[in-house]
């Protein structure tokens, strides 16, 4: 296959998929990465796709947002781990806000039972997983719910977050980046997901490493707002202390 029809395909495939990746694309056409790696490139200097970590996107879809199924089902193994981490986190009583985004519901998925504090969230996922805990203070937050992520937003969240002070937020972002800080796709949750931010003494974000270098419509924080990131090993190590160079502890797990 010449250079034209191989990028024509992974132009193709990306905008069926919404996404493609480096490793998965030369296995597809029995080529290096470094071949796809230069395809990627001339296809983003044409205007054709976006390229992120590992990957790119189609352009024109720098929003786009897959629906709660496909993120629960996107690197799966990363995000348990992160989970798992991020219990360690978690005040000895206090009080915590959980966002919504699949690994802070696995986090709340996988709380132990016995334990005793106060929870804040405006996801509903999250709040479903936490509501039979009987030590947990459980307190959901309202607004309208946006469908494909199951979140309340817009003026009675904002309203909520402005009348607390927890002792911890666990944050989710769609992508991430030293120099651009946290985005997501929709402006009415990246403003919940500020507040949220700035209603804790301290900013955990959980996001896994396939998430770095995307960038996203609504940018909602930067890393001079977040004390830990916990992500999986495949960071990108420059990425890694650029994030660690903005004053934000990294921890791979």
């Keep these: 296959m010449y250079a034209p029809e191989r990028r024509q395909e992974i132009l193709r495939l990306a905008r069926a998929a919404g996404r493609v990746d480096v490793?998965?694309?030369?296995?597809?056409?029995?080529?290096?990465?470094?071949?796809?790696?230069?395809d990627l490139k001339a296809l983003d200097r044409a205007g054709l796709v976006r390229r992120v970590h590992g990957g790119a996107i189609p352009a024109g879809r720098l929003d786009f947002e897959p629906d709660l199924a496909e993120r629960e089902a996107t690197a799966a193994d990363e995000k348990d781990r992160i989970a798992r981490a991020a219990l360690a986190e978690?005040?000895?009583?206090?009080s915590v806000i959980l966002d919504a985004g699949?690994?802070?519901?696995?986090?709340?998925?996988?709380?132990?039972?016995?334990?005793?504090?106060?929870v804040v969230t405006h996801a509903l996922p999250v709040a479903a997983r936490l509501a039979a805990h009987t030590g947990i203070d459980l307190h959901l937050v309202g607004g309208?719910?946006?469908?494909?992520?199951r979140a309340a937003v817009d003026a009675w969240a904002?309203?909520?977050?402005?009348?607390?002070?927890?002792?911890?937020?666990?944050?989710?972002?769609?992508?991430?980046?030293?120099e651009r800080?946290?985005?997501?796709?929709?402006?009415a949750e990246a403003a919940v997901k500020t507040a949220a931010l700035h209603?804790?003494?301290?900013?955990?974000?959980?996001?896994?490493s396939a998430k770095a270098g995307q960038e996203h419509f609504a940018r909602f924080g930067g890393?001079?707002?977040?004390d830990l990131l916990i992500t999986d090993a495949g960071l990108d190590p420059a990425q890694q202390a650029a994030i660690e160079a903005a004053g934000t502890e990294v921890a791979l797990v």
């Design 90 to 94: 978690l005040p000895d009583g206090g």
């Design 158 to 178: 904002l309203r909520a977050y402005a009348e607390i002070r927890a002792d911890v937020a666990f944050l989710a972002t769609n992508g991430f980046s030293a």
């Design 199 to 208: 209603a804790a003494r301290r900013v955990v974000l959980l996001a896994d």
């Design 144 to 149: 309208r719910v946006r469908r494909r992520t």
């Design 23 to 38: 490793l998965s694309l030369a296995e597809e056409f029995q080529v290096t990465a470094e071949t796809v790696r230069r």
């Design 181 to 187: 800080g946290l985005t997501t796709p929709d402006l």
């Design 102 to 118: 699949s690994t802070t519901a696995r986090l709340a998925a996988a709380i132990p039972v016995d334990s005793a504090f106060t």
């Design 223 to 226: 890393f001079a707002d977040v």
